[in-house]
């Protein structure tokens, strides 16, 4: 199990995915219609050295309108990763920015080839190589020095905040199995005979409906509003990007709180979770994940529940009740705040599950992605909150 999908598949591999989306109304008409597909994209490796997935910058009238990424490697499960939009993705200027930052940390850096690496899926960093040694690895946008692995005694899928770990190496066997033989599937359906005639680099609704096949027999999607009466405001949620590498459950329960009406900084979240300070950051061990559950409660007028390993319907459910989560995969924590899923029959293709993500990382900006294939992430526990009646 590896690397399945080569490099001159990539671009008709993405543009059918995306294509599938559009349809569906999943992508916007506003951003993606008319859009394109990049023949290949931006590489990103595993720790371990293999290859995990390209990132698309996709682009409409020559503007930049977000990225994709699409897997090459079966580990992943589906091709389709995510799709972000609003956030501009420039391989060359954020390796130039990166080579800035490593020569001034170490104006004696010697390195022939630079190469982008998700060092804790799916956080990215940059990483130097002389030959086929590593020299330097930089964390994408802060540029902080990402220290090499170290022994561990820890459980698989359970790294530390900032820690560097090969998604690859932790999967379990079985995993990587059921994994490979869902990627294979997809593949399959991407063969049909019929779809040879569609132009991989054009993102239209219009694509796939010239074929006689394609039923759309249900879109369901749901993003968080300030109630339930969605037709009468607009989207009710704010990004906060954690302002430290390893403070990103702090940043989290600000965003979840910030939703509720309340206004704790991540300096007194910290306080209160244990996370240290601005000064001396730490992240939230494991040991102690049902920390959260404790300050919020403390803090809000809420009633929090801790959910171990969430199925997709914890998050459509607690979406659909208009109340946002906190998301924990490994090494990081995330909130979701709203859902899409398809029912839509193309040559029989596989319904998409997808969550719109509000990621604290990168530090003092953060990411939005609308959406993450559900079916490629690791969930490994889920913070739903509830107003308590008084």
Known sequence: MSQVLARDQVQRVAGLELNALRLAGVLPESRFEGARVPATGTEVYDPNGELLFHRLPISRRRLPVGFADLAVNDALAEPLLAT???????EKALLGQAAAAARKGRRSLKYDRARFVAYSYPKVAVQFL????????????????????RPTNREPLRPSNFERWSLLDEL???TRTANARAF???????????LRRVNPALISVETFARLRDITIKLVDTRELHYSRRDADHQICYELRGQRTNVWCVAASAEMLLNFYRYEFDQVRLAQELGLGTLQNPNG???????????????LAC???????????????????????????????SRTV???????????????????????PWPPNAGVITRWENFNTQTYLFAYSAVLKHV
């Not at 030959?131 to 692995?149: C, I, K, N, R, Y």
């Not at 040991?287 to 403390?298: E, L, S």
């Not at 390993?309 to 995969?329: Q, T, Y």
């Not at 596989?350 to 719109?356: A, E, N």
């Open 302 to 332: 809420l009633d929090a529940t801790m959910i171990t390993n969430p199925g997709f319907d914890v998050f459509k459910n607690e979406i659909a009740a208009n109340r946002p989560l906190i998301s924990f995969i490994p090494g990081h």
């Open 337 to 359: 705040a709203g859902y899409t899923r398809t029912l839509l029959t193309i040559v029989n293709q596989v319904p998409y599950r997808g969550l719109l993500v509000y990621d």
């Open 130 to 149: 002389l030959g086929d040694q590593e020299v330097l690895m930089l964390e994408l946008g802060t540029w902080a020095v990402v220290e090499p692995s």
């Open 284 to 298: 939230l061990p494991y040991a102690r994940v049902g920390d959260v559950v404790t300050v919020i409660d403390k």
């Open 84 to 90: 972000s939009y609003g956030m501009e993705w420039n």
């Open 172 to 174: 379990p066997a079985e």
């Open 184 to 194: 294979r599937k997809r593949l399959q359906v991407w063969e049909d005979p019929k």
